[in-house]
């Protein structure tokens, strides 16, 4: 079954069917205020961050799951029949009306035909100003004069998230809301930063900011009293609950199209003064439209493929790297998952989100990577989750807010609590992402730009990077193999003590990384100092991680190995199976045997399993994977996030083909016509897939914010297409199916343009023939070529 379909043109998903089982959302701002918006037009707003920030409250787990929103009501003022521009929350027989979403980049559009009247609201954010525009126009298809009147509705929420859950006895006194100038604006008292406004681009006639006048008694936002009475109240109060609803009468002529722009920003009346302004004139809302088209044009520019695969050239070219760019941004803060509570940067997702894009957005790439050197510590481990600001002298300065319920702060000597709260992975990511970005970008002297430890001291770059690998190097245990600390990637592995097969694959694919950008350097002491530790680290690999048929996961503190043929449950699993290969630690023979084991043991058309058999029993030697249902998140789900590693190292492996099949199972465009089981959105990756030890197998849940974005992206453009750069230059290495008779992309790199032409005359899975630059013959990596130019790169596969 299906609810929509892609429209590559316009880069757009279009939902056909609103009933979707549920909520596909989207994302709207690309800098400091954003969105998270339903196909149902539901959602909330905050601005930078989602824990202290919030504009616009969100009902999280909610029944239903998607309320409040940022609606649009429309009532016909002759009959008094009302109904919604989004399908929720009115929601219209579906046999009486038609409802279409299309969600774009950074961009929702809700279109309506009900009763002759068309109408469509179009919500974004533009790229230089923090206000939601909502564009929306009402056209009448009747054959008479139609009266109507327009609502606007969306409810404002307190300031931190924990203001808005508890302790309403205090907070319910702290906000207030006042109308003048056309103006609704909403204030937190104790706050002088915290303002809010929401305007239209003409005279309202009439306007409510006390949410339960608009909504009345025992109501909720599907029947609002003022709606269905076809008035707005007039409320305004200091105390209470507060929302946005202006209202506009209109009368349309047959065939006549109104058009109504209203503004919910950020700041004070004055500020709205400003916007409304400048909104007021509508080609000042196309111009800024247009600029949120230009801005994504750009990005994607940088990376486009025709290949004989529809599904991948849709989401590489669109999706994943837009699901990617908004882990960036917003790291794991603000979905309907993640409802705000905490944010700041996790280490580890936010280290290899940032490798993804750093060709489409370079800046953002460095900033993240500075934030991530600020929060290490001398001695080389990552702080796990933390804020940046925590780190910026600007922020830090500022005197901390008073609020009236207690919101506890940490002192900065809280911020380290040891070893014990470490994990093992975080930093290690971080390796490649630093080299990355210089590939890109050409900036070697990055390496020796001085950022401060999050404890004491700085660094340049490049020793950050060496105290890193010099931590995992120290953090071993009785095998020689790196402790699993307090976690590895794998949240719910805790190993108390014990050593983590992936985390030695990790150490030493971070330092082959570090090697190339070593030699680059010249650095030639670390060439010898570095090749000896990747060497001891390969050694240990090879001679305590096999198992005979694949690699062990790792060993508990009290010395049983997990992920073994020995083992009743928990035998194979993904992770240090695909790392020995991505790595390259393992050897050729290994290798194929192990990623054959996985292909066995964990492999189904849905996706590949994490783990197999999933844990039935609880052990706390093992973690806490062992108390979550079967088939649900780490205990043998199809967890996205690792199996585009299990497709670099099918590449590796120069089996095209095996690439392929991980890469079509996982895919989200393949399960368009299968959501009555997949459920979620087709074109974002979820977290996980259900595995096949739960009734519920091939159920997608926790959308968009997963590091399965950009690993995706990673593998489907730099490993099966296999464009990717070195510090030599750029590399074309593809692994493809047999059948694949070639492919072409086109690439932007450091402002020259490449289209790279591969063919396959021979039908071979991988390897290079020969391989042209503007006609002439070349081998090896391709240098940057001059700024400006349009180079031609043909590539023989064979
Ligand atoms: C989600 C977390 O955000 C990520 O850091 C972790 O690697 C995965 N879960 C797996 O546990």
């Given at each position: 079954?299906?609810?929509?379909?892609?429209?590559?043109?316009?880069?757009?998903?279009?939902?056909?069917?609103?009933?979707?089982?549920?909520?596909?959302?989207?994302?709207?701002?690309?800098?400091?205020?954003?969105?998270?918006?339903?196909?149902?037009?539901?959602?909330?707003?905050?601005y930078?961050?989602?824990?202290?920030?919030?504009i616009t409250?969100?009902?999280?787990?909610?029944?239903?799951?998607?309320?409040?929103?940022?609606?649009?009501?429309?009532?016909?003022?002759?009959?008094?029949?009302?109904?919604?521009?989004?399908?929720?929350?009115?929601?219209?027989?579906?046999?009486?009306?038609?409802?279409?979403?299309?969600?774009?980049?950074?961009?929702?559009?809700?279109?309506?035909?009900?009763?002759?009247?068309?109408?469509?609201?179009?919500?974004?954010?533009?790229?230089?100003?923090?206000?939601?525009?909502?564009?929306?126009?009402?056209?009448?298809?009747?054959?008479?004069?139609?009266?109507?009147?327009?609502?606007?509705?969306?409810?404002f929420?307190?300031?931190?998230?924990?203001?808005?859950?508890?302790?309403?006895?205090?907070?319910?006194?702290?906000?207030?809301?006042?109308?003048?100038?056309?103006?609704i604006e909403y204030d937190?008292?104790?706050?002088?930063?915290a303002y809010h406004y929401f305007?239209?681009?003409?005279?309202?006639?009439?306007?409510?900011?006390?949410?339960?006048?608009?909504?009345?008694?025992?109501?909720?936002?599907?029947?609002?009293?003022?709606?269905?009475?076809?008035?707005?109240?007039?409320?305004?109060?200091?105390?209470?609950?507060?929302?946005a609803?202006?209202?506009?009468?209109?009368?349309?002529?047959?065939?006549?199209?109104?058009?109504?722009?209203?503004?919910l920003g950020v700041g004070?009346?004055?500020?709205g003064?400003?916007?409304?302004?400048?909104?007021?004139?509508?080609?000042?809302?196309?111009?800024?439209?247009?600029?949120?088209?230009?801005?994504?044009?750009?990005?994607?520019?940088?990376?486009?493929?025709?290949?004989?695969?529809?599904?991948?050239?849709?989401?590489?070219?669109?999706?994943?790297?837009?699901?990617?760019?908004?882990?960036?941004?917003?790291?794991?803060?603000?979905?309907?998952?993640?409802?705000?509570?905490?944010?700041?940067?996790?280490?580890?997702?936010?280290?290899?989100?940032?490798?993804?894009?750093?060709?489409?957005?370079?800046?953002?790439?460095?900033?993240?990577?500075?934030?991530?050197?600020?929060?290490?510590?001398?001695?080389?481990?990552?702080?796990?989750?933390?804020?940046?600001?925590?780190?910026?002298?600007?922020?830090?300065?500022?005197?901390?807010?008073?609020?009236?319920?207690?919101?506890?702060?940490?002192?900065?000597?809280?911020?380290?609590?040891?070893?014990?709260?470490?994990?093992?992975?975080?930093?290690?990511?971080?390796?490649?992402?630093?080299?990355?970005?210089?590939?890109?970008?050409?900036?070697?002297?990055?390496?020796?730009?001085?950022?401060?430890?999050?404890?004491?001291?700085?660094?340049?770059?490049?020793?950050?990077?060496?105290?890193?690998?010099?931590?995992?190097?120290?953090?071993?245990?009785?095998?020689?193999?790196?402790?699993?600390?307090?976690?590895?990637?794998?949240?719910?592995?805790?190993?108390?003590?014990?050593?983590?097969?992936?985390?030695?694959?990790?150490?030493?694919?971070?330092?082959?990384?570090?090697?190339?950008?070593?030699?680059?350097?010249?650095?030639?002491?670390?060439?010898?100092?570095?090749?000896?530790?990747?060497?001891?680290?390969?050694?240990?690999?090879?001679?305590?991680?096999?198992?005979?048929?694949?690699?062990?996961?790792?060993?508990?503190?009290?010395?049983?190995?997990?992920?073994?043929?020995?083992?009743?449950?928990?035998?194979?699993?993904?992770?240090?199976?695909?790392?020995?290969?991505?790595?390259?630690?393992?050897?050729?023979?290994?290798?194929?045997?192990?990623?054959?084991?996985?292909?066995?043991?964990?492999?189904?058309?849905?996706?590949?399993?994490?783990?197999?058999?999933?844990?039935?029993?609880?052990?706390?030697?093992?973690?806490?994977?062992?108390?979550?249902?079967?088939?649900?998140?780490?205990?043998?789900?199809?967890?996205?996030?690792?199996?585009?590693?299990?497709?670099?190292?099918?590449?590796?492996?120069?089996?095209?083909?095996?690439?392929?099949?991980?890469?079509?199972?996982?895919?989200?465009?393949?399960?368009?016509?299968?959501?009555?089981?997949?459920?979620?959105?087709?074109?974002?990756?979820?977290?996980?897939?259900?595995?096949?030890?739960?009734?519920?197998?091939?159920?997608?849940?926790?959308?968009?914010?997963?590091?399965?974005?950009?690993?995706?992206?990673?593998?489907?453009?730099?490993?099966?297409?296999?464009?990717?750069?070195?510090?030599?230059?750029?590399?074309?290495?593809?692994?493809?199916?047999?059948?694949?008779?070639?492919?072409?992309?086109?690439?932007?790199?450091?402002?020259?343009?490449?289209?790279?032409?591969?063919?396959?005359?021979?039908?071979?899975?991988?390897?290079?023939?020969?391989?042209?630059?503007?006609?002439?013959?070349?081998?090896?990596?391709?240098?940057?070529?001059?700024?400006?130019?349009?180079?031609?790169?043909?590539?023989?596969?064979?």
């Amino acid at each position: 079954m299906k609810y929509g379909r892609f429209d590559n043109v316009n880069k757009e998903y279009v939902i056909e069917r609103p009933d979707v089982p549920v909520s596909w959302t989207n994302y709207l701002g690309v800098k400091d205020m954003c969105t998270v918006i339903s196909h149902n037009a539901g959602g909330y707003s905050f601005y930078k961050t989602a824990q202290y920030h919030r504009i616009t409250r969100f009902r999280q787990n909610g029944v239903p799951l998607d309320r409040p929103g940022h609606y649009v009501y429309l009532r016909d003022d002759d009959s008094g029949d009302y109904w919604s521009v989004s399908w929720q929350p009115v929601a219209k027989s579906l046999d009486k009306a038609s409802y279409e979403c299309r969600h774009g980049l950074s961009y929702s559009k809700f279109l309506c035909n009900y009763d002759r009247i068309r109408a469509e609201q179009v919500l974004f954010i533009p790229v230089d100003d923090d206000v939601e525009l909502w564009d929306v126009r009402i056209r009448n298809d009747d054959s008479k004069e139609r009266k109507l009147s327009v609502f606007s509705y969306c409810e404002f929420s307190f300031h931190h998230i924990d203001m808005d859950n508890q302790n309403l006895q205090m907070s319910l006194y702290a906000a207030g809301s006042s109308f003048e100038d056309g103006i609704i604006e909403y204030d937190l008292f104790y706050d002088p930063d915290a303002y809010h406004y929401f305007c239209g681009g003409f005279e309202p006639d009439g306007f409510d900011c006390v949410r339960d006048r608009f909504i009345g008694p025992y109501r909720d936002e599907s029947n609002p009293l003022a709606v269905e009475e076809g008035r707005c109240g007039g409320s305004t109060e200091l105390g209470g609950n507060h929302c946005a609803s202006l209202q506009k009468k209109i009368v349309l002529a047959p065939g006549a199209e109104a058009r109504l722009v209203f503004m919910l920003g950020v700041g004070r009346r004055k500020k709205g003064g400003e916007i409304r302004r400048k909104y007021s004139d509508p080609s000042n809302v196309d111009r800024a439209f247009d600029g949120l088209k230009r801005y994504w044009r750009t990005k994607l520019e940088a990376f486009q493929c025709s290949t004989p695969h529809e599904g991948l050239d849709t989401m590489v070219n669109t999706w994943t790297l837009y699901q990617a760019e908004t882990c960036v941004v917003w790291s794991r803060f603000a979905s309907f998952i993640e409802v705000g509570g905490r944010t700041g940067l996790g280490y580890r997702d936010t280290a290899q989100d940032t490798m993804s894009v750093c060709h489409t957005n370079p800046a953002k790439s460095r900033q993240r990577i500075v934030e991530l050197l600020q929060g290490q510590s001398k001695d080389g481990y990552g702080l796990h989750l933390f804020e940046p600001g925590w780190f910026n002298p600007a922020e830090k300065s500022k005197k901390p807010l008073k609020s009236p319920t207690v919101v506890p702060q940490p002192d900065s000597a809280d911020i380290f609590t040891g070893l014990k709260d470490v994990c093992s992975d975080d930093a290690l990511w971080l390796v490649a992402t630093v080299c990355e970005y210089v590939k890109e970008t050409g900036d070697r002297d990055f390496f020796a730009e001085t950022v401060n430890f999050a404890d004491s001291g700085k660094a340049s770059v490049y020793e950050h990077l060496r105290r890193i690998l010099d931590f995992s190097a120290r953090q071993t245990g009785p095998h020689g193999v790196c402790k699993g600390l307090r976690a590895d990637w794998n949240d719910c592995l805790n190993l108390g003590g014990g050593e983590s097969a992936l985390v030695s694959f990790l150490h030493y694919w971070a330092l082959n990384e570090f090697l190339e950008a070593s030699e680059f350097l010249g650095r030639t002491k670390d060439v010898k100092k570095y090749s000896a530790m990747a060497a001891k680290v390969g050694k240990v690999c090879e001679e305590k991680l096999w198992d005979g048929e694949w690699y062990i996961r790792g060993i508990t503190a009290k010395g049983k190995k997990i992920g073994s043929r020995k083992n009743a449950e928990g035998r194979v699993h993904l992770e240090s199976n695909a790392w020995a290969v991505v790595s390259g630690a393992a050897s050729a023979d290994r290798a194929r045997k192990c990623m054959d084991a996985v292909d066995e043991h964990l492999y189904s058309p849905n996706g590949i399993h994490l783990v197999w058999p999933s844990y039935s029993k609880p052990d706390d030697d093992i973690g806490y994977v062992t108390r979550v249902y079967r088939g649900i998140k780490e205990n043998g789900s199809i967890f996205s996030h690792p199996n585009p590693w299990a497709m670099i190292a099918e590449c590796r492996l120069g089996r095209g083909k095996k690439a392929m099949k991980f890469y079509d199972a996982l895919l989200p465009y393949n399960h368009n016509d299968r959501i009555e089981i997949r459920q979620a959105e087709p074109y974002s990756y979820c977290q996980f897939v259900v595995g096949r030890d739960h009734p519920a197998f091939g159920r997608g849940r926790h959308p968009w914010l997963t590091g399965s974005a950009g690993w995706n992206y990673v593998a489907a453009t730099r490993h099966i297409l296999g464009v990717r750069l070195s510090f030599g230059g750029l590399i074309v290495d593809p692994c493809v199916p047999a059948d694949w008779k070639g492919f072409e992309v086109n690439r932007k790199w450091r402002n020259a343009d490449y289209r790279i032409v591969v063919k396959n005359p021979d039908g071979v899975e991988k390897g290079v023939k020969s391989m042209t630059l503007n006609g002439r013959p070349v081998s090896g990596p391709i240098p940057a070529q001059k700024k400006g130019t349009a180079n031609e790169i043909v590539v023989v596969m064979g």
